[in-house]
């Protein structure tokens, strides 16, 4: 155990680590987002500050943590690859694999997002915040994959053994800036990576996707902060835009989301991992309400919830929140369980699956 929280310490002091400084050449320079040798977030006045780095490693590794990890099963509804190709191909679908990893079937050609089916979110097989379920479908048994959207480079959204086994069987993955340089160490070849900046925009097939903001940073070690971009995403497929935030702690970006692009038919917001430590990352579930009403959108589906501890919260808090807060606002909430289809734009009813589970 304080082998796994010294692990958890390291990763999250990342939030407070000094970034690199001084003059450089970078084939990045030119990117608004990026100074002083690495990338920045947008200037947000209102950004709350973070704790001191040495609270956060001492919280890790003595706080209490009661109700972080479940005791009853989560509920996981198995994928099949005839089940996969049963579902409509005019439509768009979206099914949680976990945490914020989720595949998608757009309109016939399947996609994944920040897909993690590892047990662990870390850089060791044997020690870190392990799964609290299994995925809905393996690794191994998933179709063919048209493209990959990676929103950053941490372990819990950029997962190396999984972009290994996607590097030759993936179609194309778009990533923000510098970021290819992490898959093309897993595998990827260099002609299968599309880099993009914020508000920059590429397709596959018949899907458009396009880099948007968000507030949060980047680090695979504690040596390399911010030396790759983090974003948001748009994903427009038909008629149909569906929009999925990454991490990010609240800021006006997400309202230039929704002028720019005038609503979404669906919303996946982060919702998890939040903590009054590090409050400029992560969105608390009030956050998560304000981010959704800001892009405009119809349905908000949460994530980054229900499969990893990485904070301090109870396990089932950001889903109790955040429905309560939905229910008042009488917003469209979707809480699927792992592995449940989802199709954008068909009614469903909505069930708290967590509701009653320790």
Known sequence: MIATRLLLAAALVLVTACGNSGACESPYAASPQFKDCGFVN??????????????????????????????????????????????????????????????????????????????????????????????????????????????????????????????????????????????????????????????????????????????HFSGRTLSDRSETLWASWVIQSGPQRIFYSGDSGYSSGFRKIGERFDGFDLAMIENGQYDEWWPSVHMTPEEDIQAFEDVRAKVLLPVHNSTFDLAFHTWHAPLDRIADLAAAKKIDLATPEIGEVVTVGQPRTNVRWWAGLK
């Open 42 to 215: 947008a200037p947000n006045p209102d950004a709350k500050p973070t704790a001191n780095a040495a609270r956060i490693w001492w919280r890790f590794l003595f706080g209490a943590k009661p109700d972080a990890v479940p005791v009853d099963a989560i509920p996981v509804r198995p994928l099949d690859t005839a089940q996969l190709e049963a579902l409509d191909p005019q439509a768009n679908h979206v099914m949680r694999i976990g945490h914020a990893s989720t595949l998608l079937k757009l309109r016939g050609k399947f996609w994944l997002i920040d897909p993690m089916f590892s047990e662990r979110a870390s850089p060791f097989g044997f020690m870190g915040p392990k799964r609290f379920h299994a995925p809905p479908i393996a690794l191994q048994q998933l179709p063919a994959i048209d493209g990959v959207i990676i929103s950053h480079d941490h372990y819990d959204h950029l997962d190396a053994p999984t972009i290994e086994y996607l590097a030759q069987r993936a179609q194309r993955f778009f990533v923000p800036l510098a970021v290819g340089q992490r898959l093309r160490s897993m595998g990827v070849p260099a002609d299968r990576i599309t880099e993009l900046d914020w508000w920059q925009s590429a397709r596959q097939g018949e899907v458009q996707v396009t880099a948007t903001p968000s507030q």
